[in-house]
Every structure is written in C-alpha cells, then in structure tokens.
C-alpha cells in the first residue's frame, strides 16, 4: 500500500512539473509587459495607452508605443548570383579571397576545366555575414558580367523567439527536478524524477541545437554562385549595327572555326577510309589479272595460210 502510495505521488509530482513548465512558456510573453494596475496591461502583454479627457472635450492618450522604435527582426537570406566572366577558374579563386576577407566560409565548391573552346566554369556556395552582404556582392560582382542577382528572405523572428521561450521553460524544469532530486529520500520518487530529467534534458539539447542551426543561418546569409565563360552564357541580342556587325562576325569565324575542329576530328578516319577503300581496289585488280590468264593460255594459236 505504501509502496502504491509512493508511486502515485511521484507520478504526480511530474505531471505538475511538466504542467508549471508550460504554464512558464505561455508566460513568459506576457509577464514581460504587466504591471500592478488592472487598466495598464492588456491580454498580449502590451502596455495599454491611458486615455484622458482633455480641455477642449477631446480625448488624449499617453503612454502610446513608439513606432519608430521597431523589433529586431530575424531574416534568413539566400540567393544566387550568375556572373559571366573571362576566366571562371581564376575568377573562383578571387571570390574566394573575397569572402574570406569580408568574414565568410566556402561550403562547397565544384570546378570544371576548359574543353571544346569553353573556359570552364565553377559553382561555388558561400556564407557570407548577413552584416557585409551588400559590400561583398558588390565586390563579387565586379569579378564579370551579372547576368542573374536574386535574393530570397525569410523572417523567422516568431520561430526564434518560440524557440528561445521553449528553451527558458525547459532549463526553468530541470532546475525544478534537480532540486527536488536533492531533497527526494523516496526511491521510487527519485527514480521517476531522474527519468523526468533525462527527458527534458534530451528535449533541451535538441532544441539548442535548433537554436544553433537557426541563428547561423541568420548571421550568416547562403549565396551560390556560378561563374561561367562566354562560350557556356546565353547569346547576348545587339543594341545598335555596330554591336549587331560584331555579333555577325563573331558567328560567322565561329561557325567556320567549328567547321575546322570537325574537320580535324574527321580526318584520321578518312585516312582509314582511304587506305581501306584502296585496299579493296588492289585485291579486285588481282582477282581480274588472275581469271584472264587462264584465257590467253587457252586461246587457239593461228595457222600460216
């Protein structure tokens, strides 16, 4: 019966742990802006502007938010940035010297090597901080032509700040159990207790590690960018005749400097054609040469009249 008892309060004891630990998160966001009066503070915790009736009848406000005085608020910022230039290897190189100077990493990097005419290309990805982004493009920019800049933002403030509230809860109960688990005398009570913690102790360092994650990709803004030759980038249509003329001139020496690669990767195999074709020629004139002998041995030999 004592044993049962035990067991039951103990059961108990943390249900009303995890019930105080989500009353401490529903809370935490209003107690911030309460106060003692019952007409100061409204339901979400902000402050209720007090209204007085002025001389002239009308009614005056005070205690009204600033508007200018916004919350900070937590942006994610990804892109990717397509840049057309002379040399894209060495082009690479300078981005990357580029973003390590302005306080960022390279995450991933993908080089292929000039073939065919073509320069190459490289696919960088980069973490840039959310702080420096706007200089650093700019800089980047200049490494070639900017055929494609877009940029994509995603505002997660209420995420973050859910998180950071979950968080506080979270440590809030752990020292709870804790100190319960130094004053428990009861075996059962404590073994129910250190299973409690274990659970919220796993919970606390998954949502850490949430928290982590998020505020890196907050401080730290992911652009991939693609460098390319002018071989690999899309022709560009010409503005007036001069450009027009160069545009002509430069498809009618590269349609013949095809022609002349074809050309050279044709001829190793006309030569086969050739020697093959010649070959074939040879072996017929010995097969003639071979059935007209029989012939002229055959012949009658004339008789003198």
């Keep these: 019966m004592k044993n049962s008892r035990a067991t039951l309060g103990a059961v108990l004891l943390v249900a009303a742990l995890s019930l105080a630990g989500c009353s401490a998160l529903g809370s935490s966001t209003s107690s911030s802006g309460g106060s003692s009066g019952s007409g100061s503070s409204t339901g979400s915790g902000a402050v209720a502007p007090d209204a007085a009736v002025g001389s002239d009848g009308g009614v005056k406000l005070s205690n009204v938010p600033d508007a200018s005085k916004t919350?900070?608020?937590?942006?994610?910022?990804t892109g990717t940035v397509t840049i057309t230039a002379s040399d894209p290897i060495a082009s690479a190189a300078k981005?990357?010297?580029?973003?390590e100077a302005a306080g960022g990493r390279i995450d991933g990097r993908t080089e292929n090597a000039a073939a065919n005419g073509d320069r190459g290309s490289a696919t960088l990805v980069l973490r840039i901080p959310a702080a420096k982004l706007t200089p650093t493009?700019?800089?980047?920019?200049?490494?070639?032509?900017a055929d494609q800049v877009q940029l994509d933002s995603a505002d997660v403030?209420?995420?973050?700040?859910?998180?950071?509230?979950?968080?506080?809860?979270?440590?809030?109960t752990i020292a709870r159990l804790l100190q319960l688990e130094s004053t428990a005398t009861d075996t059962t009570n404590l073994i129910a207790i250190e299973t409690a913690i274990g659970d919220r102790q796993a919970e606390l360092e998954s949502m850490e590690a949430?928290?982590?994650?998020?505020?890196?990709?907050?401080?730290?803004?992911?652009?991939?960018?693609?460098?390319?030759s002018d071989a690999a980038a899309p022709p560009i249509k010409p503005a007036d005749f001069w450009?027009?003329?160069?545009?002509?001139?430069?498809?009618?020496?590269?349609?013949?400097a095809a022609v002349l690669v074809?050309?050279?990767?044709?001829?190793?195999?006309?030569?086969l054609a050739a020697v093959g074709a010649g070959a074939v020629l040879l072996v017929r004139r010995v097969v003639r040469r071979r059935k007209a002998r029989p012939a002229v041995a055959d012949a009658p030999t004339p008789t003198n009249g």
């Design 71 to 77: 919350v900070d608020r937590s942006v994610i910022v």
């Design 95 to 99: 981005a990357v010297t580029i973003v």
């Design 137 to 145: 493009l700019a800089a980047l920019k200049k490494l070639g032509r």
């Design 157 to 172: 403030t209420t995420q973050s700040q859910d998180l950071d509230a979950r968080i506080t809860a979270s440590r809030a």
């Design 210 to 228: 949430q928290q982590r994650g998020l505020a890196d990709q907050i401080s730290m803004s992911t652009i991939t960018l693609q460098l390319r």
């Design 243 to 256: 450009s027009g003329l160069g545009t002509g001139w430069n498809a009618f020496t590269g349609f013949w």
């Design 262 to 271: 074809a050309f050279g990767v044709l001829i190793p195999w006309l030569a």
